[in-house]
């Protein structure tokens, strides 16, 4: 299965692949800057209506995962395109395999497959999607009816047999990443084999009970994106400075969508600006962030960091480009 080599690993995460400081054409160009850059994947997130409430201009312009994922991945020869996550309940399941198998085979077998859930209640609502698909059973019979899709065998469709086409190049299926807040739901990935992918925008105290019980089921904790917010500047001073408007932005739009409230994945404290660049941030300059990430990879394993770059879209262009460039000729050198 593609990635299994225990060389550390930099993806980017976000609506965009942590490229949503734009959302027109010049993402692809984005695209082959971080391909060229020696970036791993890029992880799209499914997300609706990002939009400022009343729809205004503020917040994320978020495109259609599925066709942003095949743009970009006709740009580039090599870079690893993942969903980070796709939402389950808001697919059918054999449409969903179609697409993803169609990527696969498009691109020579560089998608990795991220699915959750999905009981995001407005998504749910403007769709038209009962809750009940959002429930773990019906998560489970979905995705494996994907997986059977996927195989040699024929499935049954009513009173049909049929033979599912295409087939994904990645045999037997695209590797799966359940996205996922609770150590039970990690510790089912775990014995189904499947990886778990860790959000950024969990707290460290809420990722580490997941994260243990994932390994504890005999999960590798090096196989496991694991999100973080990450700006790299010349030095730790420059960094502040030049993210500190950008944190304040984010952290006035995640406290208005009521993100403490949900899960438990961040305290009210976390989103105050000061904590929340101090403890939910990778920022300075090159040595303080590679050491950091360090940190990470003795506390909890991690092999693969997934960079939320573009903190979600708040992040001007010219400050993405110049973190993204430091991370990789910079940072990475430092991380084997």
Partial sequence: MAGDDKRFRIGLSGCSGALESVSTSELLDLASFVEALGYDALWLNEEHFQGGAGGGADGRRCLSPHILASAMLARTSRLRIGFSVLLLAMHHPLRLAEDLASLD????????????????????????????????????????????????????????????QPKPIQRPHPPVYVGTYTPETAVWAAGQGHRIICHGVNNLASIAPVMQSYVAAGGDASQVPFGRFVYVSDSDESAKAELWETVLKLTTRLKSIGLAKRNNVVAE???????????????????????????????????????????????????????????AREVRPQLG
């Fill in 105 to 164: 085979v498009l691109s020579d077998g560089r998608i990795d497959f991220g699915v959750s859930r999905g009981a995001n209640p407005r998504y749910l609502s403007a769709f038209g999607i009962s809750e009940e698909l959002t429930s773990h059973e019906s998560f489970v019979a979905s995705l494996k009816r994907m997986k059977d899709a996927w195989s040699e065998n024929a499935i049954e469709i009513g009173t049909d047999r049929i033979s599912f």
């Fill in 269 to 327: 404290e976390d989103l105050e600006p000061e904590n929340f660049y101090a403890n939910m941030v990778i920022a300075g300059g090159p040595d303080t962030c590679a050491r950091r990430i360090v940190d990470l990879r003795e506390q909890f394993g991690v092999g693969y960091l997934n960079a939320l770059a573009a903190f979600f879209g708040y992040l001007p262009l010219e400050l993405l480009k110049k973190s993204l460039t430091l991370l």
